[in-house]
C-alpha cells in the first residue's frame, strides 16, 4: 500500500528524510510537514494530499495555483520583496510534474515550508487581525492587475447562496437520509426565512455594478502566515479556492471567523457574538491595501457580505449534516450541528449590528 513516505520520494526534495507529520486544521485537505537534513542544513516541505472528493478537476486547481503564485512572485521581486516568505513556492514532482498523483486516484502537492512562520487560529489582539486584513488586502491589490478570466472555476458556484440554497441545502433537507431534520427546525425556519436575501450579490455581479476580481475565496485567519518574532504578516496561504469572484467574500470571511467572539465550533452559542472592535481593525488593515481597488457598491455591501457569508457557511454545514457528513471532516458526530447553530447564531448576531458595521465602514 501506498503510505505518505513513499510519496514524499516522488517528489525533488533536497537531503535525506528525517520525519514527516501531519499538522494543521483545516476542514478538506490532509497536511504534512517533512522535515529533510541536506548537508547540515535543515529544510521543512509541506506536503498535501487534495481532497479529490471536493476538488474534482485537480490539473485545473493546480495550474490557478502556479498561474498566482508565479503572477505574484514577479509582483514581489519587482517591489524588492521576497519571493520565498511572501507567497507560496510549489515543488515540482521528479518528472516534473505540478502534483503527484497516487494510487486510488489520490493527489499530492508539495510546497516549501516557510520557516519561522506561524498561523493562527484565533487573534489575541486587534492588531494581528488588523495584519491578517492587511495580508489579504496586499493579496487583493498585488493581483490587481491579473486577469481573472484566465482563472479555471475550481468549485463552481462555491459562493453562490441562492445556488447553494436551492441545489444543496433544499434537496437535503427533502431527501433527509439521517432523519434528522426534526433536531434542527429552527435552524432550517432561520436559513428558509433569508431566502430572498441570498441573490443580492448575485445580481449586483450580474447587473455590472459589482466585478469579479482574482479572489482567494477562504480568507480564514490561519490561511495567513505570519513571522513568529515580530508577527509581521508574510504571505496569503491555501490557494486551492483562488478564483474569479467577488472581493466582498474575501473580506466577509475573514470577518466570520476572526471577528466572532467565539471559535467556528463552539457549543455555548452565548459565547458566540460579532466583536465590533474586531471588526473595525480587520475593515481598516483590509482597506489600507485594498481601498483604493473597490468601488463604492463594493465598499457599501462588505457588511452585508459578512452575514451572508455566515448564513452561506451555517447552511453549509447543516447541508452537511442532513446529509450524513460527507464534506467537512468532523470530530465527533454532532460536529456539523453544532458548527451549523454556532453560525446561524453570529449570522443573526451581524443582523443586528449592521448600522453599526455600516457607520465603521463609512468612517474607514
Ligand atoms: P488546509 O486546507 O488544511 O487548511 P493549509 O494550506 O491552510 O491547508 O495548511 C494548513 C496549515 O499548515 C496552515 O494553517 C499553516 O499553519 C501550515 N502551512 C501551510 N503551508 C505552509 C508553508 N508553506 N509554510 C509554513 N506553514 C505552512
Ligand atoms: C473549509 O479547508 P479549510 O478548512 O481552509 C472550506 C471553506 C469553509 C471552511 C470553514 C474548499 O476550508 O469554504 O469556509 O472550511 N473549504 C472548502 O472553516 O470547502
Ligand atoms: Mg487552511
Known amino acids: 500500500m501506498e503510505t505518505i513516505y513513499s510519496v514524499l520520494g516522488k517528489f525533488d526534495f533536497k537531503g535525506d528524510l528525517i520525519s514527516c507529520k501531519e499538522f494543521g486544521s483545516g476542514h478538506i485537505n490532509k497536511t504534512y510537514i517533512a522535515k529533510y537534513s541536506d548537508g547540515g542544513t535543515e529544510r521543512r516541505y ?83 487581525f488588523a495584519a491578517s486584513g492587511v495580508a489579504f488586502g496586499k493579496f487583493q491589490r498585488m493581483l490587481g492587475g491579473f486577469d481573472s478570466r484566465r482563472l479555471h472555476v475550481t468549485i463552481p458556484n462555491f459562493h453562490n447562496t441562492i445556488w447553494r440554497y436551492e441545489n444543496e441545502f433544499l434537496p437535503s433537507l427533502k431527501l433527509d437520509v439521517k432523519d434528522r431534520a426534526q433536531k434542527c427546525a429552527d435552524e432550517i425556519e432561520y436559513i428558509n426565512s433569508c431566502k430572498d436575501e441570498m441573490s443580492r450579490l448575485e445580481e449586483l455581479v450580474g447587473a455590472g455594478d459589482i466585478p469579479l476580481r482574482v479572489t482567494h475565496n477562504d480568507t480564514k485567519l490561519n490561511n495567513v502566515l505570519f513571522d513568529r518574532d515580530t508577527n509581521e504578516c508574510l504571505c496569503v496561504i491555501d490557494l486551492d ?26 457549543a455555548d452559542l452565548s459565547k458566540v457574538s460579532l466583536d465590533l472592535g474586531y471588526f473595525e481593525a480587520y475593515t481598516k488593515g483590509f482597506l489600507s491595501e485594498a481601498g483604493g481597488t473597490l468601488n463604492d457598491c463594493e465598499k457599501a455591501n462588505l ?52 448600522e453599526e458595521m455600516d457607520n465603521i465602514i463609512r468612517n474607514s
Open 46 to 128: 509541506v506536503v498535501q494530499k487534495v481532497n479529490g472528493n471536493v476538488f474534482k478537476n485537480i490539473d485545473e486547481l493546480m495550474e490557478n495555483v502556479f498561474a498566482v503564485t508565479s503572477y505574484l512572485r514577479d509582483v514581489i521581486a519587482q517591489s524588492g520583496g521576497d519571493q520565498d516568505r511572501e507567497t507560496l513556492h510549489y515543488i515540482k514532482t521528479t518528472d516534473g510534474r505540478q502534483y503527484y498523483r497516487g494510487q486510488g486516484n489520490a493527489c499530492y502537492r508539495a510546497y516549501i515550508f516557510v520557516e519561522n512562520s506561524i498561523s493562527y487560529d484565533r487573534a489575541d489582539t486587534p492588531e494581528l
Open 303 to 354: 457588511p452585508f457580505a459578512a452575514w451572508l457569508i455566515t448564513l452561506e457557511l451555517g447552511m453549509r454545514f447543516l447541508t452537511d449534516y442532513l446529509t450524513g457528513d460527507e464534506y467537512f471532516k468532523t470530530a465527533y458526530p454532532e460536529h456539523n450541528l453544532v458548527r451549523a447553530k454556532n453560525q446561524l447564531a453570529l449570522a443573526k448576531d451581524m443582523q443586528s449590528k449592521m
Open 241 to 266: 479556492t483562488v478564483m474569479p469572484g467577488t472581493a466582498l467574500f474575501d473580506f466577509a470571511d475573514a470577518i466570520r471567523f476572526g471577528a466572532s467572539t467565539a471559535a467556528e465550533d463552539e
